[in-house]
């Protein structure tokens, strides 16, 4: 593990110091409260009755068994929502519960609560629903070409959006194409959906506790669905056990509201992981063909792309993802021109959204498995033709936008090139079995095993796009030597909750820095996803510290008839820079009590015009990818060995916390690469658990070597970018290629054009 | 049937009050007795979130029954260290950066320290084969395996690599 880091010398629990989470100790002692753990006495449990088809007409609905089952509290269907039938977080078009029909396997149809999880499941069980089951809209294509009923009053199209950028009849020498495949991942957090809801004496009101990534947009669309003003709806953020997107949409939220309400007790809902798998929405299975044309020494003349996202039943954040798709298609180089007709539709398979990467993923592995097929084709390395091509700052994007962000595209390939190749031995030689792709189970051999080495580079944009009103709200106040911070910010694991105190101790010189709760009870943080909450809450707590220190030195001037921009922080101290004042900032606080609150916003974006023109992105990250794997090629298996990434991180404010994320997205991008798919068959989910749905374990993941490539970008507030989404990006398509590689190796030829990789793709 | 049956837990005795026998020890550690430190996170001993020992062997409490427990002892990461004093191998997750979202935590800090216990000069691919039963999601491991290996060198360098040091009081 190799990390850079030149600094020295700062004081430990400022910026830049790899400070340890205020929440570790609670955590590694199991005192920690997730949303799963919180109970209250009178708690009773609430359960879900779901479709168990993609597509069908409900006929009737009984649930006069339910009632008759002793324990049995409440029994809820569409008819007992208050308030507005449907949520969404674009559009309200998905139902909280189905009334006439069920679009996919999983849809909630009906709720219970009980005394005893037990009891809940056989009261779901004597409810009798009626089915009349209808033929599913499956094939994305079929809806592109209109050939399916409309399986939803808003249609089966959820968005389409074409780019045309520079001469769309610009060609080059030398022609590639290829179409690509991603199947459905799965966030698969650890902690699984829980909420638990307590009422309002009187009905009035409700509690909500959960684990979620933006507390706000819950409150707006559970108040709509409760028929309650937002203020009556008050979110305390539930220990949050990881995210990566699954949080960002309403999953059991208002049910749980409901059933309290209805019961006027508090009720808890707990998803299992069964049902976790249809309860959230995962990452869009896709389908892009892109044709790159380039000049004989490779330079890039035109992409030309279509993609197909597979929506499935609601619209959740389908249109941004497609957007993010198309808008990166042409990856982390120059293209002046480009065609580019992107689609996200509507079928009958689980409904899609966020997730880790948003949309990039999906498009880099088609644009980084086409730049090797244009190196071979160029008679180029992988290398050479990324930094042949490599974005740099004020280089104008397939949408017209200039790249304004700090772009150290070249400067990202060349130092994850120069980083060390490992020093195991291919197909473990030196005579562990253990070091074989599939392990000591006695297939593979080592004789048989073939080394391959394969790139990956990415751009993402980070925080939200096309005029969002993105902002994050931070209140810092200061009394005695103690900082207290409060945002309503979802700390999801990322570690947000170190990087707020170290902003404090940083401007304000003080070392205790409190957390309040995370709740309602102040205005949005916007969510923690799109690798923006170091940049927006951060720039928030950062604003909101400030003027506070503002307040502070007006303060200590007026005492000492000082001009207060004479005064700054140094160390633990107030310091006159033009004198001989230095007080400690507790004593300079003295008696008074400084409390601010701040918005911060980030530079307004725009929509694109039908040609896909406009400056719909805030800011972007680059990272670099290389993976080494061995590859047992008549069986199939692959071992990753180690990946190398250098990664434009801006500034690094907690290393410690940037190499967690890095080595954690990786996690993930090999995840994709060969191991992770919701396997659907029909539009039924086959591998619903984690035995069946494969997720890396340690014995999975490879060395990581890691430099950070530091190059504060003057936009950010604190320099820093967005470090969470850029590991997961370009570290699947550097697997697939070191896949590529080594079947080279053993005389095989093989396009791997779809993720992940299965045994079959290699060995047959 | 029994109006309740006995658990030793962390040292204490719990009685367990009209429970369904079918109920699994995750089950009555979390919502009948407390121990809300073991997690539920796949149900189906695949992710090692509820990793508990039971007379020193680790297992997963989604998969046995509480009522199996009887007789026995079981420590859970409640019973490794005394609240706000953690043990050094918690203490190493700490300072390693091996904590993230937290989930998967508690249930690697009982493996971690069952490995220790069993193999105290444990060192790289054998930490890896030991952990490779809990899942987690967010660190890709890294920090874990750190923790875990700094743990393992301290004890060995302060010479206690021997001693148990479940805290079980």
Not at chain 1, 176 to 192: H, I, K, R, S
Not at chain 1, 707 to 722: R, T
Not at chain 2, 136 to 154: H, K, Q
Request: aromatic share 4%; with cysteine.
């Amino acid at each position: 593990m190799i990390v850079t880091d030149t600094r020295t010398g700062r004081r430990p629990g400022t910026l830049g110091d790899s400070a340890v989470r205020p929440d570790g100790v609670a955590k590694v002692q199991g005192t920690f409260s997730f949303s799963s753990d919180e109970q209250i006495d009178g708690c009773v449990f609430g359960a879900t009755l779901r479709s168990p088809h993609p597509s069908a007409r409900i006929v009737s609905i009984d649930v006069s068994g339910a009632w008759k089952v002793s324990g049995v509290e409440a029994v809820l269907t569409a008819e007992d929502v208050p308030g507005n039938a449907t949520y969404g977080l674009v559009v309200a078009d998905q139902p909280v519960f189905a009334a006439d029909v069920v679009r996919y396997v999983g849809e909630p149809v009906a709720v219970v609560a009980a005394d005893h999880p037990e009891t809940c499941q056989r009261a779901l069980a004597a409810i009798r629903v009626d089915y009349e089951v209808l033929e599913p809209l499956l094939d994305p294509e079929v809806a592109i070409r209109g050939e399916h009923p409309d399986i939803h009053p808003d249609g089966n199209i959820l968005r389409h959006q074409r780019i045309v950028h520079g001469d769309p009849d610009a060609t080059g020498d030398v022609m590639v194409e290829g179409t690509y495949e991603l199947g459905m991942q799965d966030q698969a957090f650890l902690g699984l959906e829980a909420a638990l809801a307590i009422p309002e004496p009187g009905g009035g009101g409700i509690e909500l506790h959960i684990a979620t990534q933006w507390l706000h947009e819950d409150r707006r669309q559970i108040a709509a669905c409760l028929g309650l003003p937002e203020p009556k709806v008050r979110l305390v953020l539930g220990g949050v056990g990881g995210a990566f997107g699954a949080r960002e949409d309403i999953s059991l939220q208002v049910h749980t509201c409901l059933l309290a309400l209805r019961i006027g007790r508090p009720v808890r809902i707990q998803y299992s992981r069964r049902e976790s798998f249809v309860g959230h929405v995962h990452r869009h299975p896709a389908r892009i063909w892109m044709r790159h044309h380039a000049t004989t020494t490779g330079q890039i003349v035109k992409i030309e792309a279509r993609f197909v996202f597979d929506g499935g039943a609601y619209a959740s954040t389908s249109s941004p993802v497609l957007l993010n798709g198309i808008t990166h298609t042409q990856g982390p180089y120059r293209c002046p021109n480009a065609v580019v007709d992107g689609w996200a539709v509507r079928t009958n398979n689980l409904p899609c959204g966020a997730m880790r990467g948003f949309g990039v993923v999906q498009a880099c592995f088609a644009h980084e498995s086409q730049m090797d097929r244009l190196a071979e084709a160029c008679g180029l390395g992988a290398v050479e033709i990324r930094l042949r091509n490599a974005m740099r700052t004020g280089d104008t994007l397939i949408t017209g936008q200039v790249v304004e962000s700090v772009a150290p595209v070249a400067r990202c390939i060349t130092e994850a090139d120069a980083l060390p190749l490992p020093e195991e031995p291919v197909g473990g030689r030196d005579g562990d079995p253990m070091r074989l792709p599939g392990g000591a189970g006695r297939t593979s051999d080592a004789e048989h095993v073939h080394r391959g080495i394969g790139w990956g580079v990415s751009i993402k944009n980070l925080m939200y796009s096309e005029g969002f009103d993105d902002f994050a709200t931070a209140r810092c106040r200061l009394s005695g030597g103690v900082v207290t911070l409060k945002f309503a910010t979802a700390e999801v694991g990322q570690g947000f909750v170190v990087i707020a105190g170290q902003i404090a101790r940083s401007v304000l010189g003080v070392d205790e820095v409190r957390l309040d709760t995370v709740d309602t009870d102040i205005g949005s943080s916007g969510s923690t996803s799109a690798s923006r909450q170091t940049w927006m809450s951060g720039g928030a707590v950062d604003a909101a510290c400030r003027k506070v220190r503002e307040r502070l030195f007006d303060h200590v001037a007026a005492q000492h008839g000082l001009d207060p921009l004479r005064l700054a922080i140094d160390g633990t101290d107030v310091i006159d820079t033009m004198g001989t004042l230095r007080l400690a900032v507790e004593d300079a606080v003295m008696g008074r009590e400084f409390d601010e609150t701040v918005e911060f916003r980030h530079r307004p974006t725009e929509d694109l015009d039908e040609n896909g023109q406009g400056n719909c992105h805030t800011a972007f990250a680059f990272a670099a990818h290389r993976a080494v794997v061995d590859v047992d090629a008549e069986l199939g298996l692959v071992k990753v060995i180690q990946i190398a990434t250098a990664q434009d991180v801006g500034r690094a404010l907690n290393p410690l916390s940037v190499l967690g994320q890095i080595e954690g997205g990786i996690a993930q991008g090999l995840g994709l690469a060969v191991m992770e798919e919701i396997v659907r068959n029909a539009g039924y989910v086959r591998n619903a658990s984690f035995t069946d749905y494969l997720l890396p374990t340690s014995l999975d993941m490879p060395e990581v070597v890691v430099s950070l490539v530091e190059e504060p970008d003057p936009q950010a507030p604190l320099g820093a970018k967005g470090v969470g989404e850029p590991p997961c990006i370009s570290s699947t398509p550097a697997i697939v290629a070191a896949i590529r590689d080594a079947l080279r190796h053993a005389g095989i030829e093989r396009r791997l054009d779809r993720v992940p990789v299965r045994p079959s793709d290699i060995a047959l | 049937m029994p109006e309740f049956y006995e658990l030793q837990i962390n040292g204490s005795a719990h009685d367990v009050h009209d429970a369904w026998l079918g109920e699994s020890l995750l089950y009555v550690l979390r919502e009948r007795l407390g121990f809300t430190g073991t997690k539920s996170a796949c149900e189906e001993g695949e992710c090692g979130s509820c990793s508990v020992l039971v007379d020193d062997v680790l297992v997963c409490a989604c998969l046995a029954l509480a009522g199996s427990a009887t007789g026995k002892t079981v420590t859970t990461v409640e019973g490794l260290a005394a609240t706000g004093t953690p043990s050094d191998v918690q203490q190493a997750f700490v300072t390693a950066g091996a904590v993230q979202c937290g989930f998967c935590t508690p249930g690697l800090i009982v493996a971690a320290h069952a490995l220790l216990t069993e193999s105290p000069e444990a060192t790289g691919q054998e930490i890896r084969e030991a952990l490779s039963g809990n899942v987690c999601r967010c660190t890709g491991y890294g920090r874990i395996l750190e923790a875990v290996a700094a743990a393992a060198r301290a004890r060995l360098a302060a010479g206690a690599g021997s001693i148990d040091d479940r805290g079980e009081t």
